[in-house]
């Protein structure tokens, strides 16, 4: 793995905004950043990266079904007991699972360290999925990247596929977002773009639309009943609606399902460590009250249960300042992570976000960012697999 400097296509910013990809930058500076490029070899794609991230996500089913079966723990990831009932049934259901992102660290060399799972509402899947994609074929045809090289991203594919498998043809989906929002926007709109061409019929809804008819049936601002709704707003957040009550009593079907709500929480890091200890993949983690002792002596991070973007993060080491992100999260508890450091080029820290689709990895993302907390202004750096090494 290596990180290589490349010309920029030209006019590449009128062709994002033509495309929709209209927050490339932001706040002056570039969220976009094709001046390099992290080149792979097929090797590291599957065995380092790949592998792993089909094998975590066996372990988050099998961590899942544990939780559901012990409220217990239901309680110790903070989340509600009005919904413990409802989120099981979900699982047992086996209410489909659309996407979701494992974020890791990892410098070429050896097993990519999970960081954590976006389990409900992952953002960069326009950026990895189609953006990337096209700056890959652009550059082939430029001569930029060589004839053959390829990029670990079948994304786009794997989402039409899926809602293909998911639903009949013609079946009405509704898609949510905040309102004024544009990068929750575009994801959205490029999933709507994805549920069109699997044959199905999108429709928008504003989360601050959704209401409730006289049935207790959730409805859009048309007045039309929704039957199943994909939502880009976290479940913690749901619970804490105003229509929250309705949740575990409305018709409805929801995407990410509610079972996501466990899977969407960093208590799963202490959990995951406790049911595979000392598995590559896994940092060593703990609740925060009740780490060892010691632990608090070595390096660590600390993050709240639910938090997004970064926010809220503590970096903790010995030898140096403590590094803290701001935020509002870390009301109903925290973890702590053994620290790992990411890989770095130059002055730069990198993370990889590495993609499911159902049960299928199928794509990477690349953030960047001069701090060693990656957020919401980190730069997406795209990637290619140099098929001659």
């Known amino acids: 793995m290596r990180r290589i400097d490349l010309p920029e296509r030209p006019g590449w910013q009128t062709l994002a905004e033509k495309l929709g990809f209209g927050f490339h930058s932001m706040y002056g500076a570039p969220y976009w950043d094709e001046t390099r490029a992290y080149c792979f070899t097929l ?10 991230t089909t094998e975590l996500w066996q372990m988050c089913l099998e961590l899942v079904a544990h939780v559901v079966a012990d409220p217990a723990l239901m309680h110790r990831l903070a989340i509600p007991e009005p919904f413990h009932q409802w989120i099981a049934e979900s699982w047992r259901r086996g209410d489909p699972t659309l996407y979701g992102r494992f974020d890791f660290h990892y410098d070429g060399t050896g097993p990519a360290k999970m960081l954590e799972f976006n389990a409900d509402t992952p953002t960069a899947l326009y950026e990895t999925g189609f953006f990337q994609w096209i700056w890959l074929e652009q550059q082939i045809q430029a001569g930029v990247l060589p004839e053959g090289a390829d990029q670990f991203n079948s994304v786009q594919d794997a989402l039409i596929t899926r809602l293909q498998k998911v639903f009949a043809p013609g079946y009405h989906l509704h898609f949510a977002s905040v309102k004024d929002h544009e990068e929750e926007r575009a994801t959205v709109l490029y999933l709507e773009d994805c549920a069109k061409q699997a044959g199905l019929v999108p429709k928008f809804v504003a989360m601050e639309d959704i209401g409730l008819d006289h049935q207790g049936r959730f409805a859009d601002s048309d007045n039309i009943v929704i039957d199943t709704i994909f939502k880009l707003y976290p479940w913690e957040d749901m619970f804490r609606e105003q229509f929250g009550p309705a949740l575990p009593f409305a018709p409805q079907r929801w995407i990410e399902p ?4 466990i899977l969407s929480n960093k208590g799963i890091l202490p959990l995951l460590w406790e049911m595979f200890p000392n598995h590559p993949n896994l940092l060593p983690s703990w609740f925060a009250d009740n780490a060892p002792d010691g632990v608090t002596s070595m390096a660590y991070v600390e993050k709240p249960l639910f938090s997004r973007e970064g926010a809220n993060i503590k970096v903790v080491r010995p030898d140096k300042p403590v590094l803290e992100t701001e935020g509002q999260y870390g009301a109903e508890g925290s973890i702590l992570q053994q620290y790992w450091p990411a890989a770095k ?7 990889i976000g590495s993609w499911l689709i159902g049960d299928t990895a199928c794509g990477l993302c690349i953030r960047e960012d001069k701090a060693e907390v990656t957020q919401d202004l980190s730069r997406f750096v795209p990637h290619f697999i140099n098929t001659a090494t």
Do not use: V, Y
Not at 345 to 351: I, L, Q, Y
């Open 345 to 351: 080029f130059d002055r730069d820290h990198m993370m």
């Open 258 to 261: 509610p079972w996501k709500a």
């Open 43 to 52: 090797e590291q794609i599957e065995n380092d990266l790949e592998d792993p």
